[in-house]
């Protein structure tokens, strides 16, 4: 069975970093991409940075240079630096759907497969 599990969400003080894990356990072959979504309360859920299997990364403009993301064989991270109040959120980890053969670039990514959410919460 397909299943992401993702861990190392806390509340810290602005300013403060905390690194997420996320555990890909339904997986043989390898995946074309991962990423990290968040949602605040009360906002629709956006794309915090992505990773394919060339470990090409990309980010949103409001966590380039404090966030990182990266992965080793099946579990995937975040590392979060410098964080903000406006980082509060949920995180998911999510990964693409598609068969490994069919690229190695997050362009077109089917992300089909989430994990249940850890919570980060930022306090000023």
């Known amino acids: 069975q397909v299943q992401l599990v993702e861990s190392g969400g806390g509340s810290v003080q602005a300013g403060g970093s905390l690194r997420l894990s996320c555990v890909d356990s339904?997986?043989?072959?390898?995946?074309?991409?991962m990423a990290w979504f968040r949602q605040a309360p009360g906002k629709e859920r956006e794309e915090v940075a992505t990773?394919?299997?060339?470990?090409s990364t990309r980010y949103r403009d409001s966590v380039k240079g404090r966030f990182t993301i990266s992965k080793d064989r099946n579990t995937l991270y975040l590392q979060m630096n410098s964080l903000k109040p406006e980082d509060t959120a949920m995180y998911y980890c999510?990964?693409?759907?598609?068969?490994?053969?069919?690229?190695?670039?997050?362009?077109?990514?089917?992300?089909?497969?989430w994990g249940q959410g850890t919570q980060v919460t930022v306090s000023s």
């Open positions: 339904g997986n043989t072959y390898g995946r074309i991409c």
């Open positions: 990773i394919d299997s060339r470990h």
């Open positions: 999510a990964a693409d759907s598609r068969p490994f053969s069919w690229g190695d670039d997050c362009a077109g990514a089917d992300f089909g497969v």
